[in-house]
């Protein structure tokens, strides 16, 4: 389709030096996932799997702020660069590595209490997001799927997952919602996709995640489901179609570019 921002991975074959119009490297050991016996699949046998940060909202802005106001406090120099790293990983695990990058070492309970302190900040920042901070085309892509009868999750790390979709008014939109206080393994463990599947009720087979982290995709892999990678393909290259956003995206094109992966 001509506009589409779909972009596939398309390596040239290794014989004629080509590049194909689709053509999907799988990660070792990857199971195929395309239903066995190409029947066409009817919409509403997927289900749809979100991450939350850099998927449906850029939230990664105020986590900085946040985790930077707590850096200042306790001396401890952070930049935005060294916010990357957080991108994904869990509070308590953003902390540990704010505190390596400081070269220092607390006691649980004041790590319990930093962290508590880091979330109030946080949670302010969020009280005040607006629906036009969801990211472009991403309510349509959404509100698409739900009408086509798509089951819908969420399946992110976030403790204050339930408040932002509150925020962005966004909530009735999923089925199930698979946060942090749900999981205790960190992507890439599969174990936040493989709630949301079973909350659905759909087989990971039939189960799409869509992702802005490399471990969010493995994790996708890891339960056995396709990733839909958003952002960049040379960062998130491990996907089954990697795409810069929703804009512009219909649920009919990207199921139908993923049948054909
Ligand atoms: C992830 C973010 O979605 O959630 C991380 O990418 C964040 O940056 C993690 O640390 C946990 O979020 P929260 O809201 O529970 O502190
Ligand atoms: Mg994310």
Known sequence: RQGSPAILRDQPDQRTGKKPDLRILRPAGCKQLTP??????????????????????????????????????????????????????????????????????????????????????????????????LLPGVENFLKQAHAAGIKIALGSASKNSPLILDRLGITELFDAVVDGTRVSRAKPDPEVFVTGAEDLGIDPEYCVVFEDAVAGVQAAHNAGMKAVGIGSPEILGQAELVIPGFANVTVNDLLQKLENV
């Not at 990983?89 to 590595?97: D, F, G, H, Q, T």
């Open 36 to 133: 066995t016996n190409n029947r066409r699949i009817q919409m509403s046998q997927y289900g749809f799997l979100f991450d939350l940060d850099g998927v449906i909202v850029d939230t990664a802005k105020y986590h900085f702020l946040a985790w930077k106001r707590l850096a200042d406090e306790l001396d401890i120099p952070f930049t935005e660069q060294d916010n990357e790293r957080l991108k994904g990983v869990s509070r308590m695990a953003s902390l540990e590595i704010i505190l390596e990058i400081g070269n220092r070492t607390m006691t649980e309970d004041e790590k319990q209490a930093l962290c508590q302190r880091k979330n109030d900040w946080y949670v302010e920042y969020i009280k005040k997001l607006e629906k036009s901070e």
